[in-house]
């Protein structure tokens, strides 16, 4: 009797062990799933910090560019066919056509990008969009918001950079990387690329061309990343407006928000169509 008192007591107490055991177990996991969800919520915290810091620099950057002029890339147009050197390339349009593109650079901006695509759809008129890579792949939705609504799309590398500046092997990494989140992005591998600034060689034009891509230029550019004003970009842009242009401006720039509307009316009424890019050269 008093062996299986015994025997009773110690299976009482390694069962009490047991649940004690269980107990602290589960609490402790509680208190662990506690700090990992605080870890993740200040994980999300810090990481949207760092994103908006990134995008602050970002647009910074983009907006200290210094673009070629137009008389330079004529200059280089030159240069090449004195050369013999033809890349594939397009300066213009059909000069015989009352046609112009208007291309807006360096988005899609979260802020910018939805305006934008309201207006060109208030007027019914289609652009074309030279997208950064970076910013493509944390806006996906603008991407494809200008895709449906019949936008062409062309790549402007994966982090805007200067492509004289870096290594030839890291020009083609560049253009790749935009060319496969765009195509992730929107089932289509794009086919229209816009070196940042406009500044390329040989090696960018070759490389470019290798991995597929038309190099699109410009013929009109009012330098409105630096906020010259809404009346200059309307001035400089009027005053360069010719058959087969094709106009530079920039996604995320108030200003050229805010002149566009006079701009497009009055290339309307002077019968001007807007054509796309892919249009224009499907045209030419
Ligand atoms: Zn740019």
């Known amino acids: 009797m008093k062996i299986i008192s015994q025997i009773k007591l110690r299976y009482l107490l390694n069962l009490s062990a047991l649940i004690c055991m269980t107990a602290v177990i589960i609490l402790l996991e509680s208190f662990s799933t506690l700090a990992a969800t605080d870890k993740t919520q200040s994980d999300i915290l810090n990481n949207a910090a760092d994103l908006s810091t990134k995008l602050d620099q970002y ?7 210094v673009y070629k002029s137009v008389l330079e890339l004529i200059a280089q147009d030159q240069s090449e066919l004195e050369k013999n050197l033809k890349f594939s390339k397009l300066m213009h349009g059909d000069t015989t056509k009352k046609q112009i593109a208007i291309t807006f650079d360096d988005g899609p901006h979260p802020e910018f990008t939805p305006k934008l695509l309201d207006l060109l759809d208030k007027y019914n008129i289609k652009a074309t969009f030279f997208l950064v890579g970076e910013m493509a792949e944390k806006n996906p939705e603008l991407v494809r918001a200008e895709v449906a609504a019949g936008h062409s799309i062309g790549n402007h590398t994966f982090h805007h950079v200067n492509l004289k500046k870096i290594p030839e092997s890291d020009v083609a990494t560049e253009i790749k990387a935009c060319g496969e989140v765009l195509e992730n992005i929107t089932g289509k591998p794009p086919h229209l690329f816009r070196p940042p600034g406009g500044d390329y060689d040989k090696s960018v034009a070759l490389v470019s061309e290798a991995l597929g891509y038309k190099m699109i230029l410009w013929t009109d550019d009012p330098g409105d990343y630096l906020n010259p004003g809404d009346k200059v970009i309307e001035r400089k842009i009027l005053s360069r407006i010719d058959n087969g242009g094709i106009i530079l401006v920039h996604d995320g720039i108030q200003q050229t928000l805010d002149v ?13 169509e807007f054509v796309t890019i892919d249009q224009m050269l499907i045209n030419k």
């Open 59 to 65: 647009w910074q950057n983009a907006k200290n560019e």
């Open 260 to 272: 566009l509307p006079r701009i497009i009316e009055h290339l309307k009424n002077e019968g001007y």
